[in-house]
């Protein structure tokens, strides 16, 4: 398999060498030689910063992205929190959704002052139960 240097890792990545260097503290990835002072590591790793990365992106957090790896830096991803974490993400699309709304309504308002608009109270008393 071929071998990268961190810096090009980084370059690819597009992640610090101090970000890859945590990241090969907490265990997330490990190089697989040294070539001087610089860390090498397989290509296949490239694939698991990305996965770090979705996994980041979608909310887990890097502990959860830990758990999810096997000895080999790959994993059966767990369907059933992969489910629930897309739940949460439908559920915070809704709000900003709605929230979305609420600053446009705002903005373009007719009234005179926004809080004689029926509307923009009616969107104001959803967005505070938490609608």
Same mark, same amino acid.
């Given at each position: 398999m071929k071998m990268i240097d961190?810096? &090009? %890792?980084?370059?690819?990545?597009?992640l610090a060498p101090s970000t890859l260097r945590y990241y090969e503290e907490i265990?997330?990835?490990?190089?697989?030689?040294?070539?001087?002072?610089?860390?090498?590591y397989e290509?296949?790793?490239l694939d698991q910063l990305a996965l770090i990365s979705l996994g980041k992106a979608a909310g887990f957090s890097l502990t &959860? %992205?830990?758990n999810m790896f096997g000895r080999d830096g790959f994993s059966d991803l767990p369907r059933d929190a992969l489910h629930e974490r897309a739940n949460?993400?439908?559920?915070?699309?809704?709000r900003l959704t709605a929230l979305s709304s609420l600053v446009r309504h705002v903005a373009d308002c007719p009234a005179e002052t926004h809080m004689d608009c029926p509307k923009f109270r009616k969107l104001m008393r959803l967005a505070a139960k938490g609608q």
């Open positions: 961190i810096g &090009e %890792v980084a370059q690819r990545s597009g265990g997330l990835i490990k190089p697989v030689a040294r070539h001087g002072l610089r860390r090498q290509s296949d790793t &959860e %992205v830990s949460i993400l439908d559920s915070q699309i809704r």
